[in-house]
């Protein structure tokens, strides 16, 4: 309804030239056919394409003559021209200057053309003419339509309860799939019924997979695994309602997301994906990275596809991870992508900050310094928590968590005083790097592990909070330079963040 919407609005606002980037292109025409049928005076719709050009007109024709015809065409009524894969012929000089001809042309007539291509590419100096209009996956409604129509000639056994879920599990699907989904399930069952679900769920991992930027992330990772962290932990069970209905009630908006920043092997990625666990909601993880690599190609129309598929599948917890990665370079004079990366990432930051939809980003960072400035503004993120290094109180709980994982029933018999004490200086993955070093020890000589092995592997590892001291030093006072909160109470207490600032505030 929104894309109808939307359409009808440019094409009376005389926009003279509108670019649909999908790979549902009988649906999109099904869409245009409507669009056009309703305008009053409804419009004529024409169709063209490289092989057989206008249908109802002079059979093939180059795209130089298309734009031609469109000019020549005379009609009291209001016109729309749907031009299937006009996108490869754009990089051509003469059609990209016979385009810009055109677009003044139609701004004084009621005639609009439509470019429809299953790839969004526009050159550069045709940007400002050509407008984009993207056609979102099918909405719970259409999906209805479409289930209403199959279910005609076949037999079903759904409840309200699963036809609901089985509209839920097809959201984020072109129609095309969801028509072969369904066909495959009553193909195999003879019917339809909830087995269907599963198998509309494996298509959707499967369309996620095939964007190469997005992956349906299997959640392991509980917040029982989190050793420290409280301020966080809390922060975040307050918001474990914050999707509902009732949340919805009673005003609430959609939390739209946090940022981790820290110190590496701290536990961010840890945190990030427990989140999913604890609001019980899907984890999608975005790949950013390749994402804004440009390895995958295409780069813009496969950020316009995630924020697609991340809304469809709303609510869900997309999970960037290591988010300072896809801005590597930016701002830095980094010129190789003629800004490809700059529209990226003004597409991503203008959907964070208007998104309402129930899509949680969760990211996290290591080299806050090389993230641009306004990633970090206020109305992208809800809050920006900062990791330290943990407290001995911290580690002790790490400890506990790690221990607890592999010896659960002889936990009492580790003296986590004395670990916490002589681990000063490690981070969450350099105590569970020491533990299983403290195992792979005693292993060797057929013997359980205790206090003492664990000790030793300790008294072998290097902390990365001594190679790296500087860099650590950086972050800390990035972070006690206020832009962001801390992650626990101990750091905000003793930590740097106390040292510079904080403990002005604090009860002494
Ligand atoms: N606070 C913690 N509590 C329990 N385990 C932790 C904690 N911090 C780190 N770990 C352990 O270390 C592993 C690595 O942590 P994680 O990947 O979350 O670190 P990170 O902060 O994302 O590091 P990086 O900056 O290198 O990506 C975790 O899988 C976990 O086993
Ligand atoms: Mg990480």
Same mark, same amino acid.
């Given at each position: 309804?929104?894309?109808?919407?939307?359409?009808?609005?440019?094409?009376?606002?005389? +926009?003279?030239?509108? +670019?649909?980037?999908?790979?549902?292109?009988?649906?999109?025409?099904?869409?245009?056919?409507?669009?056009?049928?309703?305008?009053?005076?409804?419009?004529?719709?024409?169709?063209?394409? +490289?092989?057989?050009?206008?249908?109802?007109?002079?059979?093939?024709?180059?795209?130089?003559?298309?734009?031609?015809?469109?000019?020549?065409?005379?009609?009291?009524?209001? *016109?729309?021209?749907?031009?299937?894969?006009?996108?490869?012929?754009?990089?051509?000089?003469?059609?990209?200057?016979?385009?810009?001809?055109?677009?003044?042309?139609?701004?004084?007539?009621?005639?609009?053309?439509?470019?429809?291509?299953?790839?969004?590419?526009?050159?550069?100096?045709?940007?400002?003419?050509?407008?984009?209009?993207?056609?979102?996956?099918?909405?719970?409604?259409?999906?209805?339509?479409?289930?209403?129509?199959?279910?005609?000639?076949?037999?079903?056994?759904?409840?309200?309860?699963?036809?609901?879920?089985?509209?839920?599990?097809?959201?984020?699907?072109?129609?095309?799939?969801?028509? $072969?989904?369904?066909?495959?399930?009553?193909?195999? +069952?003879?019917?339809?019924?909830?087995?269907?679900?599963?198998?509309?769920? *494996?298509?959707?991992?499967?369309?996620?997979?095939?964007?190469?930027? #997005?992956?349906?992330?299997?959640?392991?990772?509980?917040?029982?695994?989190?050793?420290?962290?409280?301020?966080?932990?809390?922060?975040?069970?307050?918001?474990?309602?914050?999707?509902?209905?009732?949340?919805?009630?009673?005003?609430?908006?959609?939390?739209?997301?946090?940022?981790?920043?820290?110190?590496?092997?701290?536990?961010?990625?840890?945190?990030?994906?427990?989140?999913?666990? $604890?609001?019980? $909601?899907?984890?999608?993880? #975005?790949?950013?990275?390749?994402?804004?690599?440009?390895?995958?190609?295409?780069?813009?129309?496969?950020?316009?596809?995630?924020?697609?598929?991340?809304?469809?599948?709303?609510?869900?917890?997309?999970?960037?991870?290591?988010?300072?990665?896809?801005?590597?370079?930016?701002?830095?004079?980094?010129?190789?992508?003629?800004?490809t990366t700059a529209r990226v990432l003004g597409t991503i930051l203008t959907w964070m900050e208007e998104k309402t939809s129930a899509v949680f980003i969760a990211a996290t960072a290591n080299a806050v310094e090389t993230l641009p400035p306004e990633v970090l503004r206020k109305g992208r993120f809800d809050e920006i928590f900062f990791i330290d290094l943990p407290s001995e109180r911290e580690r002790r709980e790490i400890f506990e968590v790690h221990l607890s994982k592999v010896r659960e029933n002889r936990l009492r018999e580790f003296d986590l005083g004395e670990l916490a004490f002589q681990?000063?200086?490690?981070?969450?993955?350099?105590?569970?790097?020491?533990?299983?070093?403290?195992?792979?020890?005693?292993?060797?000589?057929?013997?359980?592990?205790?206090?003492?092995?664990?000790?030793?592997?300790?008294?072998?590892?290097?902390?990365?909070?001594?190679?790296?001291?500087?860099?650590?030093?950086?972050?800390?006072?990035?972070?006690?330079?206020?832009?962001?909160?801390?992650?626990?109470?101990?750091?905000?207490?003793?930590?740097?963040?106390?040292?510079?600032?904080?403990?002005?505030?604090?009860?002494?």
């Amino acid at each position: 309804m929104v894309f109808e919407q939307e359409l009808d609005l440019l094409i009376r606002s005389n +926009y003279p030239i509108i +670019y649909i980037p999908t790979p549902e292109e009988e649906r999109a025409e099904q869409l245009i056919a409507r669009v056009a049928e309703k305008g009053s005076p409804s419009r004529r719709l024409h169709t063209w394409d +490289y092989i057989s050009g206008f249908e109802d007109g002079a059979g093939r024709i180059n795209p130089l003559q298309a734009i031609d015809e469109i000019i020549k065409f005379q009609s009291d009524l209001p *016109a729309v021209f749907v031009m299937r894969d006009f996108h490869r012929f754009l990089e051509d000089v003469q059609v990209s200057r016979k385009i810009r001809n055109l677009s003044r042309h139609l701004q004084n007539t009621r005639k609009t053309m439509i470019i429809l291509a299953p790839t969004l590419s526009i050159p550069a100096d045709l940007a400002e003419d050509i407008t984009v209009l993207d056609l979102v996956p099918p909405t719970p409604d259409e999906i209805d339509a479409e289930l209403d129509a199959v279910l005609e000639n076949v037999p079903v056994q759904l409840s309200p309860g699963s036809r609901e879920a089985l509209v839920k599990a097809c959201q984020g699907l072109t129609m095309n799939r969801i028509r $072969l989904g369904l066909a495959r399930a009553i193909a195999l +069952y003879a019917r339809l019924d909830e087995r269907a679900i599963p198998l509309m769920l *494996a298509e959707k991992k499967q369309q996620i997979r095939r964007t190469e930027v #997005l992956e349906f992330w299997p959640v392991t990772e509980t917040v029982d695994d989190i050793g420290g962290l409280d301020i966080l932990k809390m922060w975040l069970n307050q918001r474990s309602a914050a999707f509902t209905t009732e949340a919805r009630e009673y005003g609430l908006p959609h939390p739209k997301g946090v940022l981790l920043v820290g110190i590496q092997g701290t536990g961010k990625s840890l945190s990030a994906k427990a989140i999913a666990s $604890l609001w019980q $909601l899907p984890l999608l993880r #975005l790949d950013i990275g390749r994402l804004m690599g440009g390895l995958v190609g295409q780069s813009e129309a496969k950020t316009r596809e995630m924020i697609h598929i991340a809304e469809a599948m709303a609510p869900c917890v997309l999970f960037v991870d290591e988010l300072d990665k896809g801005f590597a370079g930016l701002g830095s004079g980094f010129v190789g992508d003629s800004g490809t990366t700059a529209r990226v990432l003004g597409t991503i930051l203008t959907w964070m900050e208007e998104k309402t939809s129930a899509v949680f980003i969760a990211a996290t960072a290591n080299a806050v310094e090389t993230l641009p400035p306004e990633v970090l503004r206020k109305g992208r993120f809800d809050e920006i928590f900062f990791i330290d290094l943990p407290s001995e109180r911290e580690r002790r709980e790490i400890f506990e968590v790690h221990l607890s994982k592999v010896r659960e029933n002889r936990l009492r018999e580790f003296d986590l005083g004395e670990l916490a004490f002589q681990s000063e200086g490690f981070n969450g993955a350099e105590i569970e790097q020491a533990i299983v070093d403290a195992m792979h020890t005693a292993f060797d000589e057929r013997r359980e592990f205790q206090t003492e092995d664990i000790l030793i592997a300790m008294s072998q590892i290097v902390p990365l909070s001594k190679t790296s001291q500087e860099r650590i030093r950086n972050l800390q006072e990035w972070a006690a330079s206020g832009r962001c909160r801390p992650a626990s109470t101990d750091a905000a207490q003793a930590g740097l963040m106390g040292q510079l600032f904080g403990n002005a505030g604090l009860p002494s």
